[in-house]
């Protein structure tokens, strides 16, 4: 029997302790705010490598601003969603990755005075494996954050990991501040 490394430890055990978020750096531009979102993998992360696509399924979670959001005062709690691919660098991703790369496009409506500010920001992802963490950041034009993952269905060993919940902490650039990171 082959030996699988911490990567299948790591998802068969997320849900059992939420993971703390790194806030922005203080020196980002923008209005801070914190997400939560369900993702589903397809063909989902396995012990045999694939690249696939992930989507939440519309805005179907939760994005929280501080401050303005197109010029205007965030005046409550918005929606988040984001779709796109996974497992883009080398052979694709599997269980034992230790590191991966995607890309893909959030969707945040976020209520503002006056109505609601909706932003969709094309960006790229990056994650890390260390033991039974998974954490990543995303490079967007007017949004950039970290993010972790807290919860997985499916256990790597019988079942492919088809869904996951992130939480993340970002911040979101006005339109006009908004320039493409290095």
């Not at 994005?63 to 052979?91: H, M, W």
């Not at 994650?127 to 963490?133: A, D, E, I, L, P």
């Not at 997985?152 to 320039?179: F, H, M, N, S």
């Amino acid at each position: 029997m082959r030996k699988l490394s911490g990567g299948v430890l790591l998802v068969a055990a997320l849900g059992l302790s939420p993971i703390p978020v790194r806030a922005a750096a203080p020196e980002d531009p923008g209005t801070p705010c914190v997400f939560e979102v369900d993702i589903d993998l397809s063909p989902g992360l396995s012990r045999e490598p694939s690249s696939g696509s992930f989507e939440s399924q519309g805005e179907s979670g939760k994005i929280d601003c501080q401050g303005n959001v197109g010029g205007k005062p965030a005046s409550g709690r918005g929606t988040f969603g984001a779709e796109g691919r996974y497992g883009l660098d080398g052979d694709g991703d599997d269980c034992r990755s230790k590191a991966g790369e995607g890309d893909g496009t959030g969707h945040f409506t976020v209520p503002v005075e006056g109505g609601t500010e909706h932003v969709d920001d094309p960006f790229t992802m990056t994650y890390q494996v260390n033991g039974r963490t998974v954490k990543g950041e995303i490079t967007g034009r007017r949004f950039s954050g970290t993010f972790d993952v807290t919860k997985a269905q499916g256990d790597c060993l019988y079942k492919p990991v088809t869904r996951i919940r992130i939480k993340g902490k970002g911040v979101l650039r006005d339109e006009t501040a908004a320039t493409v990171p290095a």
